[in-house]
């Protein structure tokens, strides 16, 4: 009898364990509470509304959204008419053009960024030298290898083709635009294209469905999503509902053969600092205390080569890969953080993954998941 | 009877084991105090370090005391932290306030991934200079 019931509740025990492990997205796959929590806060469903910028008054306006997203795509903002926003953040191709170095009036030394959840990032580009999205979309126009312009240029744009949709947002146009003047509407140009930018949101995916309860990844994606959350150590850096930290890393990127060796973040940090366009200057609505400078980390040997490792949603959809379009395929890229190189600038993060064929079969496979 | 207290004792122990993580989370870090290098302070941690949330900024609190165990205000503190396996520091540079009667915020607080951390106060009071570290790790 007591034999009996001994074995009952051994049986009753690893009952409960074994629901505790089964209890997954899933019911082809076991996974433990913490990874269930690991994999809900990957999911689209934990994508928060994105925060409010200080920096910019208007960015929860729809009517200075509905008026950036007609800049977003007007060459008229551009030197010789030639190029928009859109030229290279392609909307049908999740806004950005499938080239390694980005090409407008001239090439430029940078990949194209995605703009899907872009306002939930902290810091703009890929070596961080924006603090808001407003500040970010104001660089290329001026930029003499991208939109090639200038400040009054456009703002003589606005003054003859937008002004009544301008200043039923922004207040009235200067009646004479001398340089601050002209400044001031520059400033409020990108901040009309952050407000249309903060409307773009990722789209939902099959990882985002297998979260949410449906059985739509099959084995091979399923072990590459736990290589991912494991042994692969993605999810490092690529957490969250963007599949990014947002922060800054080295992981031993090559330089590219066209650039040459990479510029430092703490370059970019210097150039964040004098930016006239930062949080803390005189076109920015925030008070210095709500900026994020304020904990900003301004030097040392941990900026050298760190980049900020990008959305991973829509990734395998996109080639090339890496800051310059260093790498062609995914496969590259997969091999890249297995074999993980020594860096040539500063010190890589990575450690040799020693992933076999197979699992980086998966690895591919679960990453094709993450496109809509 | 014997036999069945043994069997339940191995079923509770399967069924703790199986769960061994989330009881090691629970577990209070630095709550106590933890004693700088040179034990010129001790520094009580209202917040958890290992609760800390990942990929957000966040603010800690703690007390610090002295070796007799007295509240010390008007220290110095400056905070850094690293993920030795990784070897990137902190992503921000945190502030400490000193809000008074020996009770300190550190405002800025962010870690940019889960793992092994440890964070380093450096600690400039009335009894000298020294450093107290806490070492704990966050599930991402």
């Known amino acids: 009898m007591i034999r009996r019931l001994a074995a009952v509740l051994a049986i009753a025990g690893a009952a409960v364990i074994a629901a505790v492990l089964a209890l997954g997205p899933s019911a082809g796959s076991r996974w433990t509470d913490d990874q269930k929590r690991l994999l809900r806060s990957l999911s689209l469903d934990a994508l928060p509304p994105p925060p409010d910028d200080p920096s910019n008054l208007y960015d929860t306006d729809p009517r200075a959204a509905a008026l950036g997203k007609r800049f977003f795509a007007d060459k008229r903002f551009s030197r010789d008419g030639s190029v928009s926003c859109s030229s290279c953040h392609m909307p049908r191709r999740g806004f950005q053009d499938g080239k390694p170095l980005a090409e407008a009036i001239g090439r430029t030394r940078r990949r194209t960024m995605p703009l899907a959840g872009v306002a939930q990032l902290t810091w703009l580009f890929w070596d961080g030298r924006k603090d808001s999205l407003w500040s970010q979309a104001v660089e290329p126009l001026e930029s003499r290898v991208e939109h090639g312009g200038t400040r009054m240029q456009y703002a003589r744009v606005i003054a003859r083709h937008y002004r009544r949709e301008y200043e039923a947002v922004f207040g009235p146009l200067p009646r004479v635009l001398d340089r601050r003047a002209a400044s001031r509407v520059f400033a409020n140009l990108g901040k009309a294209i952050a407000a249309f930018e903060r409307t773009l949101r990722p789209a939902r995916t099959r990882f985002d469905r297998y979260v949410a309860g449906e059985d739509v990844l099959g084995d091979r994606e399923l072990r590459g999503l736990r290589l991912f959350i494991g042994r692969a150590h993605c999810v490092d850096c690529h957490s969250g509902p963007l599949f990014t930290n947002g922060e800054f890393h080295n992981t031993g990127v090559p330089p590219s053969s066209s650039v040459g060796a990479d510029r430092e973040r703490a370059e970019a940090i210097r150039k964040l600092l004098a930016d006239e366009f930062n949080c803390l200057g005189v076109y920015s609505d925030a008070a210095p205390s709500q900026c994020p400078e304020r904990f900003l980390v301004r030097s040392g040997a941990r900026l050298r080569g760190a980049f900020k490792p990008p959305s991973l949603r829509g990734a395998a959809r996109r080639p090339p890969y890496m800051h310059a379009g260093q790498l062609r395929t995914l496969d590259d890229v997969l091999e890249h953080y297995n074999r993980a190189p020594r860096a040539v600038v500063g010190r890589s993060e990575l450690h040799p993954l020693g992933l076999g064929r197979g699992d980086l079969a998966a690895l591919k496979a679960f990453l094709s998941s993450l496109s809509p | ?140």
Do not use: C
């Open chain 2, 1 to 140: 009877v014997t036999r069945l207290r043994v069997g339940l004792v191995v079923a509770v122990f399967v069924v703790l084991a199986g769960r061994g993580g989330r009881l090691r989370q629970a577990r209070r870090v630095g709550a106590e105090g933890v004693p700088s290098a040179q034990g010129l302070y001790r520094v009580a941690f209202e917040t958890d370090p290992a609760g800390s949330p990942v990929n957000r900024l966040h603010t800690w609190a703690f007390a610090l005391r002295d070796r007799d165990g007295d509240r010390v205000g008007g220290a110095q503190v400056s905070v850094d932290g690293d993920m030795p396996a990784h070897g990137h520091g902190l992503p921000t540079r945190p502030l400490v306030r000193d809000v008074g009667d020996g009770a300190y915020v550190i405002e800025g607080m962010k870690f940019q991934m889960g793992g092994r951390w440890f964070v380093e106060l450096r600690i400039d009071g009335p009894d000298g200079s020294d450093r107290a570290r806490v070492d704990f790790e966050l599930v991402g």
